[in-house]
């Protein structure tokens, strides 16, 4: 992850690592595109009614089951 997405702002605090945190827990069993849309939605929606400050890049990697 980069700092553009944990660290969108509302008017009175960042999205932060623990709500990003709780997002990638709450969806470890879907494709890994899914939990990375939903994590860039997220962020932007929180920032809202601004634009995000930053950029946003994310990249989910999965482990395979053996």
């Known amino acids: 992850m980069t700092a553009g997405s944990h660290s969108a702002r509302s008017p009175a605090e960042l999205f932060g690592e623990d ?5 990638v ?9 899914t939990p990375a849309g939903q ?5 932007r929606e929180f ?3 601004d634009a ?7 990249v989910v990697a999965k482990r395979l089951p053996k």
């Open 52 to 58: 995000p400050e930053d950029d946003m890049s994310v």
């Open 19 to 23: 709500r990003l945190l709780a997002l």
């Open 47 to 49: 920032a809202l009614p």
């Open 25 to 33: 827990r709450s969806q470890y069993r879907l494709t890994a595109d």
């Open 39 to 43: 994590i860039i939605d997220a962020a």
